[in-house]
């Protein structure tokens, strides 16, 4: 739970002291991760899924700071699904260059939650939109 957070809130890790929310917060992440994300190895990042999407308004909005999700992370696994031959999709703005259709927001003082000011912020702001 501390690695969610760029700026760790105490009383947030001091949830985690309660046995019972420290159970059922490990039950439903075991459950995706022993269960792979209910998703074949980068189906997500797959053309044919991105094309089914494409006609939808997409945001993405990602802490630079995410240790969980690694922005870097996020773009190695894009570009062993989609790039083609002399792509350097490594970035986001790479991503952005081949879905040009999607809304990409870096939040530069944000970790992996959703909570954190930053990233709140724009989710509600898109929320609105």
């Known amino acids: ?19 019972e929310f420290a159970n059922a917060f490990a039950l439903i992440e075991n459950h ?19 094309d089914r999407i494409r006609h ?18 996020t773009w190695v696994l894009y570009r062993r699904a989609f790039a083609h031959e002399g792509s350097k999709a490594t970035t986001a703005y790479a991503l952005k260059k081949v879905f ?13 939650s959703s909570r954190e000011s930053g990233t709140a912020k724009l989710l509600v702001e898109v929320c609105r939109m």
């Not at 739970?1 to 046995?19: C, G, K």
Request: a negative charge; proline letters at 7%; one cysteine or more.
């Open 100 to 112: 040009p259709e999607l809304e990409l927001h870096i939040v530069p003082d944000a970790g992996h």
């Open 1 to 19: 739970m501390a690695t969610s957070r760029l700026f760790v809130d105490p009383a947030y890790l001091q949830r985690a002291e309660d046995d």
């Open 56 to 73: 939808i308004p997409t945001v993405v909005i990602q802490g630079r700071w995410d240790v969980v999700c690694p922005v870097s992370t």
């Open 32 to 50: 995706y991760f022993v269960n792979e994300g209910f998703m074949r190895d980068g189906q997500l990042l797959e053309k044919q899924s991105i």
